[in-house]
Each structure stands twice: as structure tokens, then as C-alpha cells.
T-cell receptor, first 116, second 111 residues
Framework: DAGVIQSPRHEVTEMGQEVTLRCKPISGHDYLFWYRQTMMRGLELLIYFNNNVPIDDSGMPEDRFSAKMPNASFSTLKIQPSEPRDSAVYFCASSLGEDGPNEKLFFGSGTQLSVL | EDKVVQSPLSLVVHEGDTVTLNCSYEVTNFRSLLWYKQEKKAPTFLFML????IEKKSGRLSSILDKKELFSILNITATQTGDSAVYLCASRTGANSKLTFGKGITLSVRP
């Protein structure tokens, strides 16, 4: 299994530009999570989906952030317009389900975003 | 608001030492506590704990949960330089499927 695949690995952009991060979860996983990691705040959950439906987006910082999951094998996180304070590593993770050993998350390698 | 606190924030030890990493949590409707190791990029799963007092073990690593005192520890014996990483603790609540992570403990193992 290829694991959770994220792209791009690195993104450098200028303030005000639109940024789109992509994620392909592990096949068969029903849950998909977007996390952001910074030195100051650690790993923070932005949003998660169950069977392609957004369940909890309370961690999305503001309206500039949006996430979609059009099908079971693809999700995007979009920032428009981007700001320097959005610079962070963005992780996508997936899991099989809610109970027992299925609870554990498998993380992608992350996207290092730098907004200048 | 759910909270997970890890200590110490960082730790430097020498190869062969034993280390204990701490994680305390304050969450509503607790379900499980998980430990992850993060080296360069993606966190990788170590343990999941749901019951008090039952030690989980994998090689030189072990972990235990105390649901009464709301904490967990991760022990690493006979540390090696390859154990150098950030160790993350996370708690899952029953209200939903999300994990709340602590800020992590940076462990450096010197030769």
C-alpha cells in the first residue's frame, strides 16, 4: 500500500495567492483529516471527513480556508488568499473507522507551505 | 476545551539511558490515548491505550495509561541515536473522531 499521498511536498508562494494542497487517502479508509503543524501551536486539526462528508470543520481558521472531498480517493485544502501566518506544514491523515484499532491515523508526508 | 500537555518539552540523553516521557490530558468523554513518533516528516503510530494499568510494549518502548489521574507515560529503555525524534501524544474523545495532540517532546539521544 502506498500510504497517504500528499502533494506538493513543498510550496512557496506570495501573499495573496491561492494555494491548493492535495491528498489521496489510503484505499478503503473512511475518515480523512487535515492537520496543520507549527512550532507554536503543534498539530491542530483543521477539518475531517467521514465517507466524503465534512463532519467537523471547527478548526478551520477562517473563511480563507476551504476543504473538499469530491470522492473517496481525493481531497483538497485551499487557502485563498494566502497570508504569511499560514506558513506551516499541512498534514493529511486517514483512518479506517472509529472503533478500536481502527482509530489510529496514518499520516501523509505533509506539505511544507511558505507564504512570503 | 480539550487539552493535552506533554512534558518535558525537550530532553537530551546519552545512548543507553532510559527515558520517561509524560502526557497528561483533560478531555471530555475520553476514549483513547495514542502515542506517535515524528522523525523528519509524517508522525508514525506507536501505541494506542484505552484501559488503565495495562502496559503496551514494543521492543524497547512501552507505555501505560492511568485514567484516574489522567496521564500516560512512554518509556524508552537502552536509548539509541535512532530514537531521536519528536514524540507526540494525542487523546481521542467519544464525541467525535478527532484527535487532540500535545505539542510534542523533542528527544535527542547523543552517542
Amino acid at each position: 500500500d502506498a500510504g497517504v499521498i500528499q502533494s506538493p511536498r513543498h510550496e512557496v508562494t506570495e501573499m495573496g495567492q491561492e494555494v491548493t494542497l492535495r491528498c489521496k487517502p489510503i484505499s478503503g479508509h473512511d475518515y480523512l483529516f487535515w492537520y496543520r503543524q507549527t512550532m507554536m501551536r503543534g498539530l491542530e486539526l483543521l477539518i475531517y471527513f467521514n465517507n466524503n462528508v465534512p463532519i467537523d470543520d471547527s478548526g478551520m481558521p477562517e473563511d480563507r480556508f476551504s476543504a473538499k472531498m469530491p470522492n473517496a480517493s481525493f481531497s483538497t485544502l485551499k487557502i485563498q488568499p494566502s497570508e504569511p501566518r499560514d506558513s506551516a506544514v499541512y498534514f493529511c491523515a486517514s483512518s479506517l473507522g472509529e472503533d478500536g484499532p481502527n482509530e489510529k491515523l496514518f499520516f501523509g508526508s505533509g506539505t511544507q507551505l511558505s507564504v512570503l | 476545551e480539550d487539552k493535552v500537555v506533554q512534558s518535558p518539552l525537550s530532553l537530551v540523553v546519552h545512548e543507553g539511558d532510559t527515558v520517561t516521557l509524560n502526557c497528561s490530558y483533560e478531555v471530555t468523554n475520553f476514549r483513547s490515548l495514542l502515542w506517535y513518533k515524528q522523525e523528519k516528516k509524517a508522525p508514525t503510530f506507536l501505541f494506542m491505550l484505552t484501559s488503565s494499568g495495562i502496559e503496551k510494549k514494543s521492543g524497547r518502548l512501552s507505555s501505560i495509561l492511568d485514567k484516574k489521574e489522567l496521564f500516560s507515560i512512554l518509556n524508552i529503555t537502552a536509548t539509541q541515536t535512532g530514537d531521536s525524534a519528536v514524540y507526540l501524544c494525542a487523546s481521542r474523545t467519544g464525541a467525535n473522531s478527532k484527535l487532540t495532540f500535545g505539542k510534542g517532546i523533542t528527544l535527542s539521544v547523543r552517542p
